[in-house]
C-alpha cells in the first residue's frame, strides 16, 4: 500500500481464520460518536477520508457510540468508499446500562445499522460488551443467532468484544468465534491479555483485535472524559507515565507503537476523529520502539501496572 506521500507506510495482517487483510493500525470511530468530546463532523468525515489514503482498511463502530452517532457519521464518511474497507460494527450494548443479547434484538439492531452505515453487509458482527449479558444466553443464542445473520449474508464474520478477559475466554471456548476484541488490557500501562487470551486465540487462529492503546485516553496529553472507570491510582500512575515522555518524545506515539509490535494481534484500534490524530497515529507505523523507554514508564506506573477495574454482572468480572 502506497500513502499520499508515496511512502510506503501501512502494514497489514491476516485477521485470524477469517483470511481478512486488515490494516495494522485501525480505525476505531467510537470519537465520531462524541464519547470522548464534542467533534466537528467535517473534520470526522476528512479524518476518515484520510485515513483511508494512508492506507487504514479497518473501521470499528457500533450504535451504541453516541447512540447511532458513530454509525451515521461513519455510514456518511463512508458513501462511495465501502468496498475499500474492513467494516465492524456490534450488537447487544443500547445505552449504558442497556443491553439485550436477544436473537430478536440483535437481529433488528444489525437492519438498523446497515442501513445507518449505508451497506448491505458488516465485515465483522460482534456481540458488544458480553460481560453484560448472561454468558449461557450469549453461547447458547445470540452467537447462533449472529451465525445465522452470517449465513443470510448480513455479516462476513462474527466475534465477541468486553473487558474481563476470563469472560472472554470463558464463551470462546464454548462457542467459535471469528474473532476477539479485548481493550485495555495491552498497552504499556498492562500486559495481562498475554497471559490469558493470547494463547488461547493464537492457538485456535481466532483474530485477536487489540483496542484502546492510550488506555481509552489516559495515555495523552488530553484529560481523561469524565466517564472513564479508572481509579484515581490509575490515573494517577499515567499522569506519571506522560511526565516521563515531556521530553519531547510523545506518551500517544509511544504507546501505540508498543501495541503495534504485538506479534499475533492483527489490528490495534485507536479512537480518531481527527486529522492530526490520523497523521501522527499513522506516522507510528513507521517509527522505531524504544524498549528503555517503555521500561521507564512501567517504573513510573509501579504497582499500578496490570491494575483492572470492574466492568459487567457480577459473576462475569473475573
Ligand atoms: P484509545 O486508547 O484509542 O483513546 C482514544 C482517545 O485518544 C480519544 O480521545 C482520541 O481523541 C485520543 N487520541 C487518538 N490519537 C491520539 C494522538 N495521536 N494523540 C493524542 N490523543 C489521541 O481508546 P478508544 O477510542 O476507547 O479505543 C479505540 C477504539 O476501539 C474505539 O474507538 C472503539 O472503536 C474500539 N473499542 C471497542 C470496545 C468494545 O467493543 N467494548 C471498547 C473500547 C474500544
Redesign the pocket.
Known amino acids: 500500500m502506497t500513502n499520499i506521500a508515496g511512502n510506503e507506510v501501512m502494514e497489514y495482517r491476516t485477521l485470524g481464520r477469517t483470511g481478512l487483510k486488515v490494516s495494522l493500525l485501525?480505525f476505531?470511530?467510537?470519537?465520531l460518536g462524541d464519547?470522548?468530546?464534542k467533534t466537528d463532523p467535517a473534520e470526522s468525515q476528512r479524518a476518515v477520508h484520510l485515513a483511508i489514503d494512508h492506507g487504514i482498511n479497518y473501521f470499528?463502530?457500533?450504535p451504541y457510540?453516541g447512540r447511532t452517532l458513530s454509525e451515521q457519521r461513519l455510514g456518511q464518511a463512508l458513501a462511495g468508499k465501502r468496498h475499500q474497507i474492513i467494516l465492524a460494527t456490534?450488537c447487544g450494548?443500547i445505552d449504558a446500562d442497556v443491553f439485550d443479547f436477544s436473537p430478536k434484538a440483535i437481529t433488528a439492531s444489525v437492519d438498523e445499522s446497515l442501513r445507518r452505515l449505508q451497506t448491505d453487509y458488516v465485515d465483522l458482527l460482534?456481540a458488544?460488551?458480553v460481560e453484560f449479558g448472561g454468558v449461557q444466553q450469549i453461547i447458547d443464542e445470540t452467537i447462533p443467532a449472529m451465525r445465522r445473520l452470517q449465513q443470510q449474508g448480513k455479516a462476513r464474520f462474527i466475534g465477541i468484544?468486553?473487558?474481563p478477559l476470563k469472560t472472554l475466554l470463558r464463551i470462546a471456548e464454548k462457542v467459535p468465534v471469528d474473532t476477539i476484541?479485548s481493550?485495555?488490557h495491552y498497552?504499556p500501562m498492562i500486559t495481562d491479555m498475554d497471559d490469558v487470551l493470547t494463547p488461547f486465540a493464537r492457538r485456535e487462529k481466532i483474530g485477536l483485535i487489540n483496542?484502546?492503546?492510550?488506555?481509552?485516553?489516559?495515555?495523552?496529553?488530553?484529560a481523561a472524559?469524565d466517564w472513564h472507570p479508572a481509579p484515581p491510582e490509575l490515573r494517577a500512575a499515567a499522569k506519571n507515565a506522560v511526565e516521563i515522555c515531556r521530553r519531547g518524545v510523545?506518551i500517544?506515539?509511544v504507546?501505540?507503537r508498543f501495541c503495534l509490535d504485538h506479534d499475533y494481534v492483527s489490528t490495534t484500534?485507536?479512537?480518531?476523529?481527527?486529522l492530526?490524530?490520523v497523521e501522527?497515529?499513522v506516522a507510528v507505523v513507521r517509527a522505531r520502539s524504544d524498549p528503555a523507554l517503555i521500561q521507564e514508564i512501567r517504573a513510573a506506573i509501579g504497582p499500578a501496572f496490570n491494575c483492572v477495574w470492574p466492568s459487567g454482572r457480577i459473576e462475569n468480572q473475573n
Open positions: 485501525g476505531g470511530a467510537s470519537p464519547v470522548f468530546r470499528d463502530t457500533s457510540y456490534k450494548r460482534q458488544h460488551d468484544t468486553g473487558y476484541l481493550y485495555c498497552n483496542a484502546s492503546p492510550l488506555h481509552m485516553g489516559l495515555l495523552s496529553e488530553r472524559p510523545d500517544a506515539s504507546a501505540l484500534l485507536v479512537g480518531m476523529s481527527r492530526k490524530d501522527a497515529n
